[in-house]
């Protein structure tokens, strides 16, 4: 059987060297894939940087696109479907990994302004595999969680989803995890409009993680220059050419990281190679995984003392360790010029449960709050005759 020839964008992690004894396969920069990059090629495998489209495809031999995402607006895939192209996402590979990102922020953000979680409302908006994720975490941390998903809610049924107007009324934070759509009944371009900022409580905070084009950007930096708190964004229109404004006054601002996690990369190659796998019958491949994923720089287990901290703090202690995200914003917002850079060489960021955390003193809420977020935990009773610290109650430093 004749190798298939494949072209594969060359910042997918973990791709390299697990092709090559079956097929032929050639790396390019993802945004400088062109048309005559494809002559006799079948497969292309992309990220978001590649647009997939008539110009790109129009004459080639391509039969399958891979892409090693969730998100597929980069591909025109009305065009591909009525040329033959098979066209496949990798739906959920990072999910876990923007949950963690969503997590960190607001921990940051409930840390940084003496804030009692459980006092508040999340509301979050697209509750598919990423934004069912996000949902669990804010329970993890003790929120009131509102969802909003009106094409679940049509063929489910509303009960358990509020009306967009109810959800931004009611919600002290609004998360955004919806696909960017410009068609059908609920397109999500510009979703957050001036209309949609105008119904927000005064002093809320909103985050995207979604895509860019989801926030219309002069309506958020309207917004924030007005009412909002703040904004947590790691995606941006234009990007990597990003709105200066929102860039100083974002209290998170990253680029586009928010599911390059090691973990949800290893899971999104592995997805374009299962596809390719059935597609070309190459039963090698079938259940292909990294063999090793790299180990974060950071120790994997470490021990906080639970004494004379609120739970907030804790988690706060926990999820900065395994995630500064603080840092990631830092490094963004004293060299935005670096937009791609920073995100084509993020550092070997693990998820939670990489981690093994032993805690001293933690009470049932801790545990229990650190253990639905992910972290593996071992609990250690204080020595005879120690007391426990009293716990504070209501609001409290996080």
């Known amino acids: 059987m004749k190798r298939p020839l494949i072209i594969a964008d060359d910042k997918i992690p973990f791709l390299r060297g697990a092709l090559e004894p079956f097929a032929d396969i050639s790396y390019l920069p993802g945004d400088g894939i062109t048309a005559a990059d494809l002559a006799g090629t079948d497969a292309l495998l992309t990220r978001t940087r590649t647009r997939c489209d008539a110009a790109l495809l129009s004459g080639s031999s391509i039969r399958l696109i891979a892409t090693a995402t969730i998100g597929y607006d980069h591909i025109d895939t009305a065009w591909c479907e009525a040329n033959g192209i098979r066209w496949v ?5 990072n999910s876990s990994s923007v949950q963690q990102y969503i997590t960190a922020a607001i921990l940051a ?20 595999h990423v934004g069912s994720k996000v949902a669990l975490a804010g329970a993890a941390l003790g929120m009131r969680v509102l969802l909003c998903d009106p094409p679940r809610a049509d063929r489910e ?8 107007d109810e959800l931004l009324r009611e919600s002290d934070i ?8 410009h068609d059908g009944p ?8 001036h209309d949609f900022f105008g119904k927000m409580k005064e002093g809320a905070v909103f985050i995207n993680s979604s895509r860019g084009a989801v926030t219309d950007t002069a309506a958020l930096r309207h917004a924030i220059q007005t009412k909002l708190a703040t904004c947590i964004l790691d995606v941006w229109e ?13 209290f998170v601002a990253t680029p586009h990281i928010a599911g390059y996690s090691a973990d949800g990369k290893a899971n999104g190659t592995a997805a374009c190679i299962r596809e390719l796998s059935r597609f070309f019958d190459i039963p090698a491949l079938a259940n292909w995984y990294p063999e090793t994923i790299p180990p974060p720089p950071m120790p994997t287990e470490w021990t906080i003392d639970c004494r004379g901290k609120t739970p907030g703090r804790v988690l706060y202690e926990a999820m900065t360790h395994a995630f500064p995200i603080e840092e990631d914003s830092h490094r963004l917002k004293h060299s935005p010029e670096s937009f791609e850079e920073f995100r084509g060489n993020y550092w070997t960021r693990r998820e939670m449960d990489s981690f093994t955390l032993h805690l001293v003193d933690a009470d049932l809420w801790m545990v229990t709050s650190l253990r639905s977020l992910g972290f593996h935990l071992c609990t250690e009773r204080l020595p005879e005759g120690k007391t426990k610290a009293k716990r504070t109650r209501g609001r409290a430093r996080s």
Do not use: K, Q
Request: charge should be negative.
């Open 157 to 164: 049924g509303t009960t358990g989803f509020l009306p967009l």
């Open 174 to 181: 609004v998360s955004c995890h919806t696909p960017l759509t």
């Open 109 to 128: 953000w409930a840390h940084e302004h003496t804030l009692w979680l459980p006092d508040m409302t999340l509301g979050v908006i697209g509750v598919g």
């Open 186 to 193: 609920y397109p999500t371009y510009h979703l957050a409009s």
């Open 238 to 250: 234009g990007e990597p050419d990003i709105d200066p404004v929102l860039l100083d006054r974002a």
């Open 89 to 93: 996402n990798a739906p959920g590979c």
